[in-house]
Nanobody
Framework: QVQLVESGGDLVQAGGSLRLSCAAS????????VGWYRQAPGNQREVVAE???????????NYADSVKGRFTISRDSAKNTVYLQMNSLKPEDTAVYYC?????????????WGQGTQVTVSS
């Protein structure tokens, strides 16, 4: 059973920074894509950033328009950990952030989720 454990969520003032971590119970190279999603109260869960696995020929990263230039996703395969560095935080970044790991091709994949970590940005 794959487990994803997030950490790093906190209360921070606008303009501040946080780094979220997601530790996987298995090699993250086994997943096609790993990433971060967030869900604010009353909103649907949305993708924040994702990075393709090392098993693909070309590593790519994708970001939601709202976080481009402020957030950076990275991974440490030796530690089976995915990070989300968040800078210049805004109150609208307040949400529960979830780690996601996807296994399989686009037409037949399976998603694994962490339990979430709360990020609150005060104005």
């Amino acid at each position: 059973q794959v487990q994803l454990v997030e950490s790093g969520g906190d209360l921070v003032q606008a303009g501040g920074s946080l780094r979220l971590s997601c530790a996987a119970s298995t090699s993250i190279s086994r997943f096609n894509v790993v990433g971060w999603y967030r869900q604010a109260p009353g909103n649907q869960r949305e993708v924040v950033a994702e990075i393709t696995s090392e098993i693909t020929s070309d590593e790519t990263t994708n970001y939601a328009d709202s976080v481009k230039g402020r957030f950076t996703i990275s991974r440490d395969s030796a530690k089976n950990t995915v990070y989300l560095q968040m800078n210049s935080l805004k109150p609208e970044d307040t949400a529960v952030y979830y780690c996601n790991a996807r296994r399989g091709p686009s037409h037949a994949y399976y998603d694994y989720w962490g339990q979430g970590t709360q990020v609150t940005v005060s104005s």
